[in-house]
């Protein structure tokens, strides 16, 4: 069952507003008038998501948005 969760939106629109971001969860906390605490399971099922990569662990960690691969163009559609 999909869960709709607005923190978890909120994320994923401040990264794909902010594409080349890269962000500790107490930095995005800052940003986005949060909690760090609330913040950090929503980082990691996005992780989990493939929508955030994560670098390093801990409280150091950073988050990156990942830009989907969804834009391709089937080979039969591109004019020569």
């Known amino acids: 069952m999909l869960q709709f969760n ?4 909120e994320c994923t629109l401040f990264f794909e507003e902010n594409p080349y971001t890269l962000e500790t969860a107490e930095g995005l ?3 986005l008038g949060r909690k760090t605490a609330e ?6 099922h996005l992780v989990t998501d493939s929508i955030l990569e994560k670098i390093g662990d801990g409280e150091q960690a ?8 969804n834009f391709q163009i089937p080979r039969e559609f591109i004019w020569e």
């Not at 607005?6 to 939106?9: D, E, I, N, R, T």
């Not at 950073?62 to 691969?69: A, G």
């Open 6 to 9: 607005p923190l978890k939106v």
């Open 62 to 69: 950073i988050y990156r948005y990942v830009q989907p691969d």
């Open 39 to 44: 913040l950090v399971l929503i980082l990691e």
């Open 29 to 31: 906390a800052l940003r």
